[in-house]
């Protein structure tokens, strides 16, 4: 059965460290979408994908925060540097279509991150 | 006002009887619905989706759309001890068709 990857499952680093997370979606898969998930709390978007062009990025801390996906594939979320506060669930999803209204998220395992 | 609301639970329900989950949005135009169940430490997985007013069943699972009061639900028959975890009810919304999550309802199945 198709599905989402992520690595690595766990990380735990300390603050003013460099981190990055790995995904790659479900094969024809063309949004990409990467969520945190604090404890206790929906997931919350940070940056959508179709393809490789980001189309919402609205809530992605931009002073610390990057994403990538520059073959319309896999894609990597990069913090740098970690903050005390950035310690959740890093969740990434894919659906199939193109902007559809009727998009079907598929998440992959996520990310524990644990900044010290 | 929460874009997606829940309440948070716990649901405490015995094994066997119907598990009844509540969800409110606040956006009228939202035109696709989504239940997750996310075991604790776990990532959500998709049980249910409904774009259309109305029931729509799935062996165990029903879910209700109820556009015009802005209120969706997830019926769970039988319910059993493994069905424990949170639901979390998700809303498409927007032109850039990303869901807004609501923050999930645990459901307790006691044997």
């Known amino acids: 059965e198709a599905e989402v990857a992520q690595s690595p499952r766990y990380k735990i680093t300390e603050k003013s460290q460099a981190v990055a997370f790995w995904c790659d979606p479900i094969s024809g898969h063309a949004t990409l979408y990467w969520y945190r998930q604090i404890l206790g709390q929906g997931p919350e978007l940070l940056v959508q994908?179709?393809?490789?062009?980001?189309?919402?990025d609205s809530q992605l801390p931009k002073d610390r925060f990057s994403a990538e996906r520059l073959k319309g594939v896999d894609s990597t979320l990069k913090i740098q540097p970690a903050e005390l506060g950035d310690s959740a669930m890093y969740l990434c999803?894919?659906?199939?279509?193109?902007?559809?209204?009727?998009?079907?998220?598929?998440f992959g395992p996520g990310t524990r991150l644990t900044v010290l | 006002q929460k874009e997606v609301e829940q309440n948070s639970g716990p649901l405490s329900v015995p094994e066997g009887a119907i598990a009844s989950l509540n969800c409110t949005y606040s956006?009228?135009?939202?035109?696709?619905f989504f239940w997750y169940r996310q075991y604790s430490g776990k990532s959500p997985e998709l049980i249910m989706s409904?774009?259309?007013?109305g029931d729509k069943e799935d062996g165990r699972f029903t879910a209700q759309l109820n556009k015009a009061s802005q209120y969706v639900s997830l019926l769970i028959r039988d319910s059993q001890p493994s069905d424990s975890a949170t639901y979390l009810c998700a809303v498409n919304t927007g032109s850039s068709y990303k869901l807004i999550f609501g923050s999930g309802t645990r459901l307790l199945v006691r044997p």
């Open positions: 956006d009228r135009v939202s035109q696709s």
């Open positions: 409904i774009y259309s007013n």
């Open positions: 999803a894919s659906s199939l279509e193109k902007g559809q209204t009727y998009n079907e998220q598929f």
């Open positions: 994908f179709q393809d490789e062009s980001v189309v919402d």
